[in-house]
């Protein structure tokens, strides 16, 4: 690789950090006084909605949920992406691996605003975050050869950890959204949280691309199948920025509705301690590569 295409590859990461700095400021300055109303949705749901702040004609509870995820993408995510674009202006192989899982994770985030939120001003920027995550993630991810990816890791690559975690994670979404879907089906949109909207677009994302993505992973690097080990260091990466980013929305939505969620905390606080974990003992089997000193 050139030093002129990591060069440019370092310079994506700063462009879609301070992109997702600016749409996540603006979510956190910017969310309104908290002014809320009552409505009844044209299914005959009852729910509160906010309207103030760039996030109004949302419900309530989607909007404090929303705050929370905003503030960790600012003051982690953002930051993280900003300090890895360093090292991959230096050809580093972590830093490129951890990049492709910071990408993944703003992509997902994004891509979920835009089908989520209602129409406002932060639309274009949403899908212009989002869409340039999905560039910089598979072209980081191209820059890594398979051939031979796994001799680039040493005898500690949590393989066999990794693998379940994915399973793991893939039965516990299955889980928690195939009954709320459920009892959404059964007439009762509140108990499914459906909160006014048309449709539960997290739990179709979560089905429809994160459990597929989980169960391939887990399985190819149980194989150890080359393409695993790509998708483990980058799902790794992108399992613990989103835990500890629901964490960040359950912690927002308790100070909003003064109840904590003690199952969602437990289930993503241990999501979160065991992608850490794992990821720790990941990323320290990487073994260094020679420098790249090309034009």
């Known amino acids: 690789m050139t030093r002129a295409t990591r060069i440019r590859m370092a310079a994506l990461c700063v462009a879609v950090a301070l992109l997702a700095g600016i749409a996540s400021g603006i979510g956190v300055s910017m969310r309104g006084?908290?002014?809320t109303a009552e409505d009844v949705s044209i299914r005959g749901e009852r729910f509160e909605w906010v309207t103030t702040g760039v996030y109004a004609y949302n419900p309530e509870r989607l909007v404090a949920e929303g705050v929370?995820?905003?503030?960790?993408?600012?003051?982690?995510a953002v930051p993280a992406l900003l300090v890895v674009a360093g090292l991959v202006a230096r050809g580093s192989f972590r830093g490129r691996l951890f990049a492709t899982g910071l990408f993944a994770y703003l992509f997902y985030q994004y891509l979920m605003y835009a089908m989520a939120w209602a129409f406002g001003p932060l639309l274009p920027l949403f899908i212009v975050v989002y869409a340039a995550s999905l560039a910089g993630a598979l072209w980081l991810a191209s820059s890594i050869g398979l051939a031979g990816l796994p001799e680039r890791f040493s005898?500690?690559?949590p393989r066999r950890s990794m693998g379940v975690l994915c399973l793991l994670m893939a039965l516990v979404l299955v889980g928690m959204w195939s009954q709320l879907i459920a009892t959404g089906l059964r007439g009762d949109?509140?108990?499914?949280?459906?909160?006014?909207q048309t449709t539960l677009v997290v739990q179709a994302l979560d089905l429809g691309l994160i459990v597929p993505a989980a169960l391939f992973t887990g399985v190819a690097v149980l194989r150890r199948r080359p393409v695993g080990y790509l998708l483990a260091t980058v799902f790794v990466v992108k399992a613990l920025a989103m835990s500890l980013a629901i964490?960040?929305?359950l912690v927002s939505a308790w100070a909003v509705e003064g109840a904590p969620e003690l199952g969602g905390f437990a289930i993503f606080g241990a999501a979160a301690v065991a992608s850490a974990w794992i990821g720790i003992r990941m990323y320290s089997s990487a073994l260094s590569e020679p420098a790249e000193a090309s034009p």
């Open 155 to 157: 005898g500690r690559f």
């Open 189 to 196: 949109l509140s108990g499914a949280n459906l909160l006014g």
């Open 68 to 76: 929370g995820w905003d503030a960790f993408t600012l003051f982690v």
């Open 247 to 249: 964490l960040a929305m």
């Open 33 to 35: 006084d908290g002014t």
